[in-house]
Every structure is written in structure tokens, then in C-alpha cells.
């Protein structure tokens, strides 16, 4: 697995590499966007002593997660990150989970981007069967992107967060290696 913390997945408009020192103060910025925060659920606040320690924590090697910050290629700017994590070797499974910063940087397809190289990336290299996600059911954008990349609903969470004094569901998805293929070749 050594391979996989140097590991970098070239696309046409991003490029997914591992966390590195000089990412502490854009990931702070990143994990600081109000409304990637709320389009994820996330509700805790992180100090700058709380992301370097994340930062080094994610730079080495793990082997139940693939942590890679996305860059912008034309700039080499962060754009947010995509992970695959709880990576289950035996069932051929993991979670992945996106975050894209500032709206200037959603609906260019950066994201789709990003994820597309993950999936195959987790399909044809780490030999994933199964690769699933988790979207809260305020977030329509999001889930229309899961579905025209190929994610199929599996399931609701009910009442699975509560944000701002109300309880919201969260909808499971997947994608199978086959559906994967069928739909951007092996």
C-alpha cells in the first residue's frame, strides 16, 4: 500500500494528489466554506492546530482510507478533497465522500471530475467490488451528479441529522465495478 500515499491521478481539468504541509492553510479555508459545510452536514468548527495534525495524519500511509486533495490543474489551487474511506479488503467495499470550496468552483464539473478518477481509481487499482455514499436529502444538486454518474438509491436514513433545529434524512447510494464499467469502460 506504500505506493498509494505518493500516488497521483491525473485528469483533463484536476489532478487528485495526497495531502502535503503547504495544504494546512487552504484545507482550513476549505473545511471553513459555510455552504460546503452545510451541503455535507458538517457542524464542528477546526482550529489550525487540529488540521495540521490532520494533514500529517492523512499523509502517511492508511489502509483503510485514500485520501486526495483535488487540484485545480490550470492554477494548482485546492479545490477540496475526495476520499475513500472505511475501505473493507475482504468485502471489496469503501464509503467516498467529496467536498468541493467556494461556489465559484461548483457546477464546472470539478467535481464530477474528481469523483469519476476516485472510482476508477478505487475500481481498477484497489480491486472495490462496491463503492457507496451517503447524501442528505436537502442537497439535490449532489444527488442529481451520483445519479448521471451511475450511483443507484439504495436506501433512506431517517431522520439522520439534526441541523438547524431540524432532522434531516440521509439517502444511500452505491455503484458496482460492473455498472462502473459498463458505463465508462474497464
Do not use: C
Not at 7 to 33: C, M, T, W
Not at 41 to 62: D, H, L, Y
Not at 135 to 153: D, L, S, T
Not at 166 to 185: C, P, R, V
Amino acid at each position: 500500500m506504500t505506493q498509494l500515499a505518493k500516488h497521483i491521478i491525473e485528469g483533463n481539468s484536476v489532478l487528485l494528489r495526497p495531502a502535503k504541509e503547504s495544504d494546512i492553510e487552504p484545507y482550513l479555508a476549505f473545511l471553513q466554506d459555510t455552504e460546503m459545510n452545510l451541503l455535507t452536514g458538517s457542524q464542528k468548527a477546526f482550529t489550525r492546530e487540529e488540521i495540521e495534525a490532520w494533514i500529517r495524519k492523512i499523509s502517511v500511509i492508511n489502509q483503510d482510507r485514500f485520501d486526495s486533495m483535488i487540484i485545480l490543474k490550470e492554477t494548482g489551487e485546492l479545490l477540496g478533497e475526495v476520499v475513500l474511506n472505511d475501505m473493507d479488503t475482504i468485502n471489496r467495499s469503501a464509503n467516498i465522500r467529496i467536498g468541493i470550496q467556494g461556489t465559484q468552483h461548483r457546477g464546472k464539473g470539478y467535481g464530477t471530475e474528481a469523483l469519476l478518477l476516485m472510482l476508477r481509481y478505487g475500481f481498477h487499482k484497489l480491486n472495490l467490488h462496491r463503492i457507496h455514499l451517503g447524501v442528505y436529502a436537502f442537497n439535490p444538486r449532489a444527488i442529481h451528479v451520483y445519479e448521471k454518474i451511475g450511483f443507484h438509491r439504495e436506501g433512506v436514513e431517517r431522520d439522520a441529522l439534526f441541523m438547524d433545529g431540524k432532522f434531516h434524512d440521509l439517502i444511500t447510494m452505491s455503484i458496482l465495478e460492473d455498472e462502473f464499467d459498463a458505463l465508462y469502460g474497464a
